[in-house]
């Protein structure tokens, strides 16, 4: 079976353009977070969207949004970027809602964003 | 605001040694942790996951949960060079799971 996939894997953008990041769960899984990842530190919560609504985000700045298909698949909008934008970003799936305290999150690659 | 900390390290131990990786949180109500590796360059991986007070094992992995003291670790026997990489702790918050900022463990041949 497929695990968590992203595209793509590796962007360059310039300061000011915008950004859409895309994450596949692993089939069956209806959660979907997005973390940002910079060097040195754990990953950074986003967003979680569950069953298509957003269920949580992360102390991120509106210049974030996200939102989740039918097919539970997900997209990251990064508006305006900034040059403290790059980063690794990364998508996470799990089974159901990602508070409960026995729900794994499985991750997928990642896409590096680097901003010039 | 549950917090999750650990030494950055580099932890370093020579191949075959046990590798000890500690971590402590704030929130005494955090009922489970995740433990990931995450190799230079690459995503996390999922390789633990504790939920009780206790020791739980898997393979050359065992990780251990003491509420009382708010510590988890996690103990890799007989290490090898293919271990190192960046332990990540993290607990189960509101909608999200929060992580420590990792632990760098070198094992060397």
């Known amino acids: 079976d497929a695990g968590v996939t992203q595209s793509p894997t590796h962007l360059i953008k310039t300061r000011g353009q915008h950004v859409t990041l895309r994450c596949s769960p692993i089939?069956?899984?209806?959660?979907v977070s997005w973390y940002q990842q910079v060097l040195g530190q754990g990953p950074q919560f986003i967003f979680q969207y569950y069953e298509k609504e957003e269920r949580g985000r992360g102390n991120f700045p509106d210049r974030f949004s996200a939102r989740q298909f039918p097919n539970y698949s997900s997209e990251l909008n990064v508006n305006a970027l900034l040059l403290g934008d790059s980063a690794l970003y990364l998508c996470a799936s799990s089974l159901e809602y990602a508070g409960k305290s026995n729900q794994p999150q499985h991750f997928g690659d990642g896409t590096r964003l680097s901003i010039l | 605001q549950k917090e999750v900390e650990q030494n950055s390290g580099p932890l370093s131990v020579p191949e075959g040694a046990i590798a000890s990786l500690n971590c402590t949180y704030s929130?005494?109500?955090?009922?489970?942790f995740f433990w990931y590796r995450q190799y230079s360059g690459k995503s996390p991986e999922l390789i633990m996951f504790?939920?009780?007070?206790g020791d739980k094992e898997d393979g050359r992995f065992t990780a251990q949960l003491n509420k009382a003291s708010q510590y988890v670790s996690l103990l890799i026997r007989d290490s090898q060079p293919s271990d190192s990489a960046t332990y990540l702790c993290?607990?189960?918050?509101?909608?999200?799971?929060?992580f420590g900022t990792g632990t760098r463990l070198l094992v060397s041949p």
């Open positions: 089939s069956g899984h209806k959660s």
């Open positions: 504790i939920y009780s007070n």
């Open positions: 993290a607990a189960p918050g509101d909608q999200k799971l929060v």
């Open positions: 929130d005494r109500g955090s009922q489970s």
